[in-house]
């Protein structure tokens, strides 16, 4: 049997619209990986608390407006830590669709719009683990 | 041992009169209906038809209420015209506050603006005005909204995003450039009581600076707990008990100083857009009115004073008769309440007045152009329902802010009701209709049950501190995500006739850039004019207010008149009365 797969969810920052990652947060679980949600918070704190929780995967979201900066500084902060190669760092929201390329392109390993599906968050989630953990997924 | 308190579902079952008056039916006439009813039931209608007799609709932020195939007179068998609806304008004020609606008073079109700077929505203001915009609606950024100043470490990469930047005065003069305070009306989305006590201080020190009466001032706030403790996903909450405070003491002293001034918009919006059906959006704003008026009550104030300046704020969704019997319940129900729980006389008191504005969360980021057709079927049943004033969300939202193209286009929605479509010349066009009258009686009934839940818990705040709220909204979303995943909600585009090619992109607006540097410069030159004396006493009084329990509003005024700036204020908030931690459900 495949490992647990543990993910630590936050709202990127000052973001007010919740609904959308508590969803997220309840279909994981019932996915059955482990979930942490810590609410809003800000990429150092996000980092750190992924460190101490060794977690898998960190998702963020953010429909405010912020998704390229406060995105962009929770990339660099896991590249500093070493962490860009062994953390699935995942990330949905609204955001504009050229933004959705650019998000990949500084190193989300997964971009979710309004819209996108139980199905598709779960399923990309352990296929982005397995890939990038060489785990069987 | 105290008598237990009544609830005002228990006071309405005692002091509503009884229904003496004779049906609008004649028995007689009744009892023939019936028979051929229930002949044309067996001969005319199928099998299937008679078994299915009833369905639910499944809808976007949808009730889940049953509806029967055909509605008749059978329906509603004791309607007493004069007692259940009355002329527009006379009680129970069903079919409309005013005689003559929408005659007399045009809905007002009151579009939301806020994106950038300052200098920015100013000039999206300006540009809504002159395309026919007939009131003003400012919306913050979410670190003012948060209470954070733009040069917070908490604020960088979100300052001017989702809506405008303001630290201090300067912004509000810089929003407001122009603009005649005086002759225009303005919605300061204010949605908690804490940016409320923050804010609108800095908006009346600009009418004083202008030179203008503060009773001179016209609009409104929002002002409400729902907002700040329920709704808010934020890093730092204080108790519910003191945002309730800060609630009314806002109440108490716009009350006493800008008498034009609607001094709190009770939101469902908000919070039905978070995941709740329509029914516990207006009972949850029904239950913070009625705790409102009774600490007024507790404060020494006459209920009138307070209670002829309420407004509330709905989200109308999909279901469209759903939406235009809801207005029309709780517009009803308001009135019972005034009338009978609150013993009012005044006409005024009784009064539901409201603002609307479009679902959100019912626009689809698939095939956006037909949110279009989604937001002016929502106004449409809002214009319907008789509400004072729309703004209409834009089809783009499920992308970023709107652009100025869309936002006009929300704008020309709401003009084609008006002015092409002929539904404003009569009132209440679809009073005494079989299907809207007997949906009207059963969502009145159901937010009275769901009032008389919260105030059996204890009232609204201690139904807040137990997290029975969080609670109900967290399972609502799920159970509605799982019902549009499995397609029994169906969304055109989505997962119903799902387009089997992708559809050329739509033009998306861009946030200006610069605008957290330019924020930042003009907060550094205010830090280093201003007295510092005079901020860090201002600041100090503000505490001293907090913990002795004064009306905190005339201290965070003179912060706003010292060039305080909002993160400073909302800092001694937090000092003054702690942190809480909000339940959260999932």
């Known amino acids: ?137 | 041992m105290a008598e237990k308190k009544k609830t005002t579902k228990e006071i309405l079952r005692e002091k509503l009169p009884e229904r003496t008056a004779p049906s609008l039916y004649n028995p007689a006439a009744l009892e023939g209906l019936c028979q051929e009813f229930e002949q044309w039931r067996s001969t005319m209608v199928g099998e299937e038809d008679r078994k299915n007799w009833c369905v639910t609709p499944h809808t976007i932020l949808g009730s889940e209420i049953p509806r029967e195939m055909l509605y008749t007179p059978l329906s509603n068998p004791d309607f007493d015209y004069m007692q259940d609806l009355g002329h527009s304008g006379q009680e129970p004020f069903t079919r409309g506050i005013h005689a003559n609606m929408y005659r007399g008073r045009e809905f007002t079109m009151r579009q939301l603006t806020g994106f950038g700077g300052p200098e920015e929505t100013n000039q999206r203001i300006k540009f809504m005005l002159a395309h026919g915009g007939t009131g003003i609606n400012v919306l913050f950024d979410l670190p003012t909204i948060q209470m954070y100043d733009s040069d917070d470490p908490m604020s960088r990469g979100q300052v001017g995003m989702s809506g405008v930047a303001v630290d201090s005065v300067e912004d509000m003069d810089l929003i407001f450039k122009d603009i005649p305070l005086d002759r225009v009306t303005v919605s300061l989305v204010t949605h908690y009581p804490s940016n409320t006590a923050i804010l609108f201080p800095m908006y009346l020190v600009l009418a004083e600076r202008r030179g203008i009466p503060w009773n001179k001032l016209r609009g409104s706030v929002q002002n409400d707990i729902t907002l700040e403790e329920v709704v808010r996903s934020g890093p730092e909450y204080i108790p519910p008990k003191d945002c309730f405070r800060i609630q009314c003491d806002n109440i108490e002293f716009i009350r006493q100083n800008v008498p034009l001034w609607n001094f709190v918009t009770y939101n469902g919006y908000n919070l039905r857009e978070f995941g709740t059906s329509g029914v516990t959006e207006m009972a949850v704003a029904l239950a913070n009115a009625i705790g409102t008026l009774e600490e007024m009550l507790r404060r020494g104030h006459e209920v009138d004073w307070i209670a002829e300046r309420l407004a509330f704020f709905w989200s109308p969704a999909s279901d469209f008769f759903e939406e235009v019997a809801r207005i029309r319940a709780v517009r009803r129900l308001w009135y019972k309440i005034m009338k009978y729980r609150f013993d009012t006389q005044s006409p005024r008191s009784m009064w539901m007045r409201c603002h609307v504005q479009t679902s959100g969360v019912s626009l689809m980021r698939e095939e956006p152009l037909n949110n279009i057709i989604r937001a002016a079927y929502h106004a449409l049943a809002c214009v319907l329902g008789g509400v004072q004033s729309l703004h209409v969300d834009s089809y783009d939202e499920a992308y970023s802010v709107p652009t100025e193209e869309a936002a006009l286009l929300s704008l020309r929605t709401q003009q084609i009701i008006q002015a092409e479509t002929g539904v404003t010349e009569v009132v209440d066009p679809l009073g005494g209709s079989f299907y809207v009258e007997a949906l009207t009686n059963e969502i009145e009934m159901r937010i009275l049950d769901e009032v008389d839940e919260i105030e059996r818990i204890g009232g609204y705040v201690t139904a807040l501190e137990k997290g029975w709220l969080h609670k109900k909204i967290a399972e609502y979303f799920n159970n509605e995500r799982k019902m549009i995943e499995k397609g029994v909600i169906k969304l055109v585009g989505y997962n119903f006739y799902k387009a089997p090619v992708e559809l050329p992109p739509i033009n998306v607006f861009r946030y200006p850039e610069g605008v957290e540097e330019k924020q930042k410069a003009r907060l550094g030159k205010l830090r280093e004019k201003r007295d510092i004396e005079k901020v860090n006493s201002a600041l100090l009084a503000l505490e001293e207010a907090c913990k002795k329990g004064e009306n905190v509003m005339p201290y965070t005024l003179q912060c706003a008149r010292v060039g305080c700036s909002e993160g400073e204020i909302f800092k001694v908030f937090k000092q003054a009365f702690g942190l809480w931690k909000p339940p959260v459900f999932w």
């Not at chain 1, 949600?37 to 704190?45: A, D, L, M």
């Open chain 1, 1 to 137: 049997m495949a490992a647990q797969i543990k993910v630590l969810l936050s709202k990127l920052g000052l973001d007010v619209h919740n609904r959308g990652l508590i969803t997220v947060a309840n279909e994981l679980r019932d996915a059955g990986m482990e979930v942490i949600y810590i609410g809003n918070s800000f990429p150092k704190e996000i980092i750190k608390t992924a460190i101490q929780e060794d977690v898998d995967v960190v998702g963020v979201s953010s429909l405010g407006g912020a998704h390229l900066t406060l995105g962009g500084e929770l990339i660099e902060m896991a590249k500093k830590e070493g962490l860009k190669e062994r953390l699935a760092l995942v990330i949905g929201g609204v955001f504009p669709p050229a933004d959705g390329t650019k998000l990949k392109e500084i190193g989300f390993d997964g971009i979710f719009m309004p819209g996108a599906t139980r199905e598709e968050i779960v399923t990309s989630i352990r296929q982005i683990v397995s890939v990038k953990m060489d785990r069987p997924p």
